[in-house]
């Protein structure tokens, strides 16, 4: 009997490490084809696939430097610039309203808090597209159309990070601690910032990572903020931009700019995620 629990139980397991082997695979190819591409020529990539890298891309990246003449005199620095210049911003504001927003439907007890709660979920299933057009007129009305503020400001208001937030403080936040620090004399936003948000870290860090991802590839609504203002186009709008030059389509240069676009996120992952670790190591620990 035992040995038949221990193969059926081997026999799970191998198929388990079977799927999470397929399925990081299915995540690793597309990015290692791309990275490949990256290497080679326009005409060597349009000949069909390639699995070996070539020598190219020094030359490719050299055409990405100065590939102005394709995308409004901006180049790939610049567009990383802007796109920094949105998304660090964008990123910290979400995090940090969201679990400010989540700790107060959490830890208070308020008439006409579920009221609130469920218009913050009912906010989470309406798409950006439905509300778009309200959004550029109340951008221009404000003067901040053409800018990068109407990227940047409307972070501070993330359903889903809320969501995401309150869900982890039900399990993972205890109010009696906070309690302990009115207590002691501590005013609310100090119990937050010294009390709360360090507990939060590791699902901080998740939605660091959702969040600077969001608004580092997000090309539908800086399209339609910055349409007339070119030279400040995100990264997105210059990969965009170097793919709609039907005439002088260089696709080494095209692969090469994607993958410069996905450095700062394989960063960005790098640097939180050992944060994720640490929580969940922690959260191993506890009694």
Known sequence: MEDKAVKGF???????NIICIFLCLLSIIPFYIMTINATHDSSTILKGL???????F?????????????TSGVNVMKAMLNSLIITVPATILQVY???LTAYAVTAYRFRGRNIIWGFIYGIMMIPTQISIVGFIKISKLAHIYGTFYPMIIPAIAAPTTVYFMKQYMEGGLSLEIVQAARIDG??????FNSVVLPILKPAMATQAIFG??????NLYTPSLILATERKKMTMPMYVSALKSNDKEQDWGQIYCGLFVTVLPILVAYLFLSKYIIGGVALGGVKE
Not at 62 to 69: F, I, V, Y
Not at 186 to 191: I, L, P, R, V
């Open 97 to 99: 309203f969201g679990s």
């Open 186 to 191: 501590a005013g609310e936003f100090k119990t």
């Open 10 to 16: 081997s026999g799970v397991k191998l198929f388990r």
């Open 50 to 56: 390639k699995l070996l890298p070539g020598s190219k």
């Open 212 to 217: 600077f991802v969001a608004s580092w590839n």
């Open 58 to 70: 020094s030359q490719n990246f050299k055409n990405l430097l100065s590939g102005e003449a394709k």
